[in-house]
């Protein structure tokens, strides 16, 4: 399929180092702000991990706390992406916001986050999102989806009384970012784009070609 005769223009308007924020976090959540009443979905974003066999992966996750100590998402602790974070903590994330033509990215390292940090998450999530955790072994091939279906209820009658208890193989990793990227669609491919880096205790902002 040709594809050469699709545009998109773009037309929002640019962006000044002086119009950003000298705190990179700080930065991120007024773009954040800005995104959820503009996104469908303003908390999604792509996770790249690369394990040991130098493949790259690539998969949308759900961003579940920011601030500066990190971006924190949950998982699976058996599933491909935690196999990889494991082999090699140093990961990519993208946040596309397409309706605001900007986009931010970020390479940092992800760790665990604490037990109890996951089980007071967990015990926010809706009972049907706390028995899936414990349904699905992530990652894993299934010879049909009436597995899924037949171990859902069996997970319903094993949980029928009481709360449901954090899964031993589920929690958060937290990403600790390097560096920032915050891109702004300009007119013309001409691009604003500003990279943060962090040097010893402060971050420098530098402007990058288009």
Same mark, same amino acid.
């Given at each position: 399929?040709?594809?050469?005769?699709?545009?998109?223009?773009?037309?929002?308007?640019?962006?000044?180092?002086?119009?950003?924020?000298?705190?990179?976090?700080?930065?991120?959540?007024?773009?954040?702000?800005?995104?959820?009443?503009?996104?469908?979905?303003?908390?999604?974003?792509?996770?790249?991990?690369?394990?040991? $066999?130098?493949?790259?992966?690539? %998969?949308?996750? /759900?961003?579940?706390?920011? +601030? &500066?100590?990190?971006?924190? @998402?949950?998982?699976?602790?058996?599933?491909?992406?935690?196999?990889?974070?494991?082999?090699?903590?140093?990961?990519?994330?993208?946040?596309?916001?397409?309706?605001?033509?900007?986009?931010?990215?970020?390479?940092?390292?992800?760790?665990?986050?604490?037990?109890?940090?996951?089980?007071?998450?967990?015990?926010?999530?809706?009972?049907?999102?706390?028995?899936?955790?414990?349904?699905?072994?992530? $990652?894993?091939?299934?010879?049909? %989806?009436?597995? /899924?279906?037949?171990?859902? +209820? &069996?997970?319903?009658?094993? @949980?029928?009384?009481?709360?449901?208890?954090?899964?031993?193989?589920?929690?958060?990793?937290?990403?600790?970012?390097?560096?920032?990227?915050?891109?702004?669609?300009?007119?013309?491919?001409?691009?604003?784009?500003?990279?943060?880096?962090?040097?010893?205790?402060?971050?420098?902002?530098?402007?990058?070609?288009?």
């Amino acid at each position: 399929m040709d594809l050469t005769f699709m545009r998109q223009g773009y037309a929002k308007g640019g962006l000044t180092k002086e119009q950003l924020n000298s705190n990179p976090f700080l930065q991120f959540e007024a773009w954040f702000e800005e995104a959820n009443d503009a996104e469908p979905i303003p908390n999604a974003m792509s996770l790249a991990t690369v394990g040991k $066999s130098g493949t790259p992966m690539l %998969r949308t996750v /759900l961003l579940k706390l920011f +601030d &500066e100590n990190g971006f924190v @998402f949950f998982t699976n602790y058996k599933s491909r992406k935690a196999t990889q974070i494991e082999e090699n903590p140093n990961v990519a994330m993208l946040f596309n916001w397409v309706a605001m033509e900007r986009q931010v990215s970020i390479n940092g390292v992800a760790e665990k986050i604490e037990t109890s940090e996951s089980l007071k998450y967990f015990l926010s999530r809706p009972r049907g999102s706390q028995l899936g955790a414990w349904v699905s072994d992530q $990652s894993s091939v299934l010879s049909s %989806r009436k597995i /899924l279906e037949m171990k859902l +209820d &069996e997970m319903k009658r094993k @949980f029928a009384k009481g709360k449901i208890p954090l899964p031993d193989f589920w929690g958060g990793y937290r990403i600790k970012p390097e560096n920032f990227e915050f891109w702004q669609g300009c007119p013309n491919r001409l691009h604003d784009r500003f990279l943060y880096s962090k040097t010893a205790d402060e971050w420098s902002i530098e402007r990058l070609a288009p």
